[in-house]
């Protein structure tokens, strides 16, 4: 995950300092409303919120790759019968081998704008009810790198 984070950074640093240039440097007008188009892309903050937001794809990525690892293995590895529900309950779940790619990154991307409509004055469009279902499941926040916390599974067993 360090290598893809790194090598993203330069990148993203990279069109920003073309961008900053005048008629924006080499970048194309494709390239650019390509950029553009990204969720969170900004180029006033040299993209870090976009690097966030990648970040936090990837995580959330990786968690699911291992929660479907576990749910592969002999007798479902060190998931709990109540996080295999849990999991189950959630709208759309689907382990890995049923997931792909594009699925991962579009509940990443879900997950990030339930957070920004938190984060609004009155928790913007959320219900009281859609924020006790997402608190209730274990290791959720409402901010920072999508990593559930082991104990929530450990705890469970």
């Known amino acids: 995950m360090a290598l893809i984070e790194k090598k993203s950074t ?16 080499n970048l194309s007008a494709e390239t650019i409303g390509r950029l553009e188009s990204e969720e969170g892309w900004d180029w006033t903050d040299g993209g870090k919120e976009y690097l966030a937001i990648r970040r ?5 990525s ?37 997931l792909s790619l594009t699925e991962m990154n579009s509940l ?11 984060a609004k004055p009155n928790h913007g469009h959320l219900s009281k009810v859609d924020v006790r279902k997402l608190e209730s499941f274990p290791g959720w926040t ?10 929530a599974t450990r705890t469970q067993k």
């Open 10 to 25: 330069t990148m993203v640093k990279s069109a920003c300092a073309e961008y900053a240039k005048p008629n924006h440097g």
């Open 56 to 60: 936090n794809h990837l995580a959330l």
């Open 62 to 98: 990786m968690w699911i790759i291992l929660q479907s690892v576990e749910y592969a293995s002999t007798n479902h590895g060190r998931l709990s019968t109540w996080h295999i529900q849990k999991l189950q309950k959630l709208r759309g779940w689907r382990w890995f081998g049923d």
């Open 108 to 118: 990443a991307s879900w997950i990030e704008k339930q957070r920004r409509e938190y």
């Open 142 to 151: 409402w901010s920072g790198p999508l990593y559930w916390r082991e104990e």
